[in-house]
């Protein structure tokens, strides 16, 4: 709540204004500074600045809520993925106001399930969407338009067959490239803003590892602690502005190599080497849900719900086709019964394949033809 922009508190625009060139925009700001500080940048009596500090103080405090309004809020409280049995695990869908974390290796469909859900989300609530605009910050420049839009038509051909209503669902995707650590959070500080100007009803960031593996060694002293930092800094903001709205925040995240026991996972598995979610046990725990995805075998892959509140532990498999991904079966639902820590969860990846070609390549000579 300390990151709530001051003019969303009853602040008078003009008060605002004064504060804001001194860098003074949320709550935090604020709050950090003695009432002496606050008189001089603001302008104010010392009467007017303590019922300031007061009515901010306030806004700040997080509201309370029974179990009971929880429980009868549940109709709104999920967004629906559009996949039935995972849905049904999740007990509705991705929880809003709350981090939901997908992570596994390149070419799994991590960007894909981002760029389906965007289409979701602008669909009519009647249809199973929010009705609302998305905001998407794409660190790793693999956001395309042009299979957004062939999702959204090869899902819902009858609700896209003109071309007014793909114009419509593309142009409330808001698109932003960050390709810097800084650039992320100073992305992360306008978030708010945004979210009011363009009715967001879902925020994407993919990925969140992607730039900090890229600017952070952390062989070298202290980088790993200014990462963890940076990290804490990122997850707290967008948890923040995903309460504040009640609105889902989807984030994505890569793998790493983990060295070390494997704990409940059984040894004949493998070794103590094996690959895990990126950005370490630390982060892992600043995610609300972790849904890992991992391949089966050349054409099919698995979404495992490593982390959930609500859901047990287990797998489904899946394809990733023209409409986005798609369920294997009707209700191809294996649930596991011994999970093991999230953060330290193994991941299956691309390990070599065996592909049958049609037709043989033909001689050098006659391919130059």
Not at 75 to 98: I, K, M, N, V
Not at 206 to 215: L, N, P, Y
């Amino acid at each position: 709540m300390a990151y709530k922009k001051l003019g969303r508190t009853g602040v008078s625009p003009e008060i605002c204004e004064r504060l804001k060139r001194h860098q003074i925009e949320s709550c935090q700001n604020l709050l950090s500074l003695t009432p002496l500080e606050v008189m001089r940048l603001a302008g104010l009596s010392y009467e007017r600045v303590l019922m300031l500090l007061k009515s901010v103080s306030q806004s700040c405090v997080p509201s309370m809520k029974t179990a009971l309004e929880l429980w009868k809020e549940k109709a709104d409280l999920c967004f629906s993925t559009s996949l039935p049995a995972l849905d049904r695990l999740l007990q509705g869908g991705l929880p809003r106001g709350t981090l939901t974390e997908v992570t596994g290796p390149s070419g799994c469909g991590k960007s894909q399930m981002c760029m389906m859900l965007c289409v979701l989300a602008t669909l009519p609530k009647s249809m199973g969407g929010l009705d609302s605009g998305v905001i998407y910050i794409d660190t790793e420049s693999a956001f395309s338009a042009e299979r957004l839009v062939e999702i959204a038509q090869s899902r819902f051909p009858d609700y896209f067959a003109s071309e007014q209503k793909v114009r419509e669902m593309a142009g409330r995707v808001h698109l932003f490239r960050e390709l810097t650590c800084q650039d992320v959070l100073n992305r992360l500080k306008l978030l708010e803003e945004n979210i009011i100007l363009s009715k967001a009803g879902l925020v994407i960031l993919d990925s969140v590892a992607s730039v900090v593996r890229k600017e952070f060694d952390t062989s070298l002293p202290g980088n790993l602690t200014h990462r963890s930092n940076l990290l804490g800094k990122e997850a707290a903001t967008l948890k923040y502005l995903a309460q504040e709205f009640r609105i889902p925040v989807l984030l994505t995240n890569q793998i790493t190599t983990h060295v070390g026991d494997r704990g409940s996972i059984p040894s004949g598995q493998g070794d103590s080497v094996y690959v895990t979610a990126a950005l370490g046990n630390t982060w892992s725990h600043s995610v609300n849900t972790r849904l890992i995805v991992q391949y089966v075998d050349a054409r099919q892959r698995q979404i495992v719900i490593a982390k959930s509140p609500v859901a047990p532990f287990a797998a489904l498999n899946y394809t990733v086709e023209k409409e986005g991904l798609c369920l294997s079966g009707n209700d191809n639902q294996e649930t596991l019964h011994e999970g093991t820590d999230p953060g330290l969860q193994p991941i299956r990846v691309r390990t070599g394949f065996n592909y049958h070609l049609t037709q043989p390549f033909p001689p050098p000579a006659q391919a130059l033809l």
